[in-house]
């Protein structure tokens, strides 16, 4: 089963193709041809659900100078110069001088190679999408602006240009929601924690986005604005209820069935969490709140974590402990559909050669191998409160890591694995874990990602992609490592 989007994936993607203007008169129908390239790209992008605007053909400085406003305002998340045939770098520098978005060079060649014995000028300049890579890449590392990357292919039939394509699609969903999301922040820290410790500005600083204040008396209002009895609280009890099973208890004797006092509190909670993010118009959510013992207030914040499943499904990253910076990284994973769980390392399995990986809650409930599980859960281990918890494997396959740090001098940094999720078994706790294998032995793996520097929690997700996450962290400016 698998929980609907609460909104679609989006991106702006600017377009611009570059010539020479001389080649115009020279060679008549080359430039109606330099057209119908770029149509194809047009065509390619508009298949990875993005809005796309194109600014035509830019052959002289001067139509350089006078588009640059327009695309500018555009403010485009990814910006793709289409090299349809040998253009010079005036085409492209002032327009790069200005951009705070990744811009990648595409070299699309209809041709996999020239009729020599046939090939004329016109043929070759049809084809000369690399031509002026070089000077563009050059140019642009002497500007002090790097290109983002560069993708060399042929114009059609072309699979690994095409995937390059449809990352940098993904890639601009990342960023198109990150640089405006609105993260609630609400709490504090758990005591002594100090790698949660984020400062709101540096998160807009780095990404743009804005962490909101919470209070947690929003959620109470919203929580005790519904009676037990209410149709929504039944209709989410239906909801969890389908979605998930509810076995008998394991080994664990903190556990237990899951009781009808926690599914209707559950329920009741889920229901308030929806209608205080809907009218906060956030996009993440991460939290640490203990209230007073045996208090209303106590109940309902420590039984986030069911909605929490179900909304980190939908699109929506919430992240306990207080960590923004990992619900960050649940967003990044979120909006490049491969997941992205709230995740830490648990005990290693020195038999198998694997450690497990998980958490109490939030859990991306779209990477489950299976129908999730719920159990009652009598206390939570290290915080205060009880109820119901979330316990699965996510898929088995490849599978990839994000944890978000920061460096001595407060900037943020990727830390980025990938590794297998294995069949296995899990202990029945209440909480998701799956066996994780990495290269090159589990013992040496976590020696590397623990020297350097990780926050404790990270993101989890379905796939190999550290090449994205890595594009990702160069597109904000941060340093990045794949262990």
Known sequence: MIVPRRKPLTAEIAVFSVGLNTYWKQFPGLLDEMKRKTGVLLKKLEKNQVQVTDFGMIDNAVTAYEKLPSIKAADPDVLLVDMVTYATSVTFAPILREMNCPVVLVALQPLSAMDY??????????????????????????????????????????????????????????????????????GHVLDTMLDMQTDPAAVTAAFGAHAVPCEADEIMSEYQALADDDPEVGTMSGRILEFFDTPDPGADSITEKLTAADLLTTSRVGVALERFIAKKKLDGFAYYYEAQPESEMRKLVTNFIVGNSLLTGAGFPMCGEFDIKTCIAMLIMDRLEIGGSFAEFHPIDFGRDTVLVGHDGPHHVNIADRKPVLRSLKKYHGKPGSGAGVEFNIKTGPITLLSIGVNAEGKFKFVIAEGESLPGPIPPTGNTNTHGKFRPDVRTFLQKWCMAGPTHHFALGVGHHAEELKKIADSFQLDSVII
Not at 139 to 164: H, Q, S, Y
Not at 170 to 181: M, N, T
């Open 117 to 186: 014995a046939n090939g004329t000028t016109y043929i070759q300049l049809c084809n000369d999408d690399l031509c002026s890579v070089p000077e563009f890449t050059g140019v642009a590392i002497r500007m002090g602006k790097p290109v983002a990357d560069v993708i060399i292919g042929m114009l059609e039939n072309d699979a690994e240009a095409d995937r390059r394509i449809a990352q940098w699609c993904r890639i601009a969903h990342v960023r198109h929601d990150l640089r405006r999301a609105r993260l609630g922040l609400m």
